[in-house]
């Protein structure tokens, strides 16, 4: 599968964006989708997860509240809906797939996951 992130871009704090993640190939609903970040000079992170079916959704603690994550089968699409930014949720944010059944945590380590986007850049300015 072929993933490509859009919809990034510059925002004010406290203001919102929406990430989507289109993926090409078949069987999109097959796969356990993420959402991960790196900002400059840091790790990258997990940030949130969800399901093959979207019945089951994981955030980091820090987005818990702000962020929400869902998915289209129909359109192989998965988004992140992200509210309330704040200067600290600045990153290039990366989407990321794998072929495997869910399980909470696991769905959390970026080493999980196959197949990355390209990142989209986020910059939250205060």
């Known amino acids: 599968v072929q993933l490509q992130a859009s919809g990034g871009g510059l925002v004010l704090a406290g203001g919102s964006l929406r990430l989507s993640c289109a993926a090409s190939g078949r069987a999109f609903g097959n796969y356990v989708m993420g959402w991960f970040r790196q900002a400059l000079g840091k790790e990258r992170e997990f940030v949130a997860a969800i399901s093959r079916s979207g019945g089951n959704t994981n955030y980091a603690d820090s987005v818990k509240g702000r962020f929400t994550i869902a998915r289209d089968n129909a359109k192989n699409t998965v988004y992140l809906q992200m509210n309330s930014l704040k200067p600290e949720d600045t990153a290039v944010y990366y989407c990321?797939?794998?072929?495997?059944?869910?399980?909470?945590?696991?769905?959390?380590?970026?080493?999980?996951?196959?197949?990355w986007g390209q990142g989209t850049q986020v910059t939250v300015s205060s």
């Open positions: 990321a797939a794998d072929r495997k059944f869910w399980e909470r945590v696991r769905a959390t380590d970026q080493n999980e996951y196959h197949y």
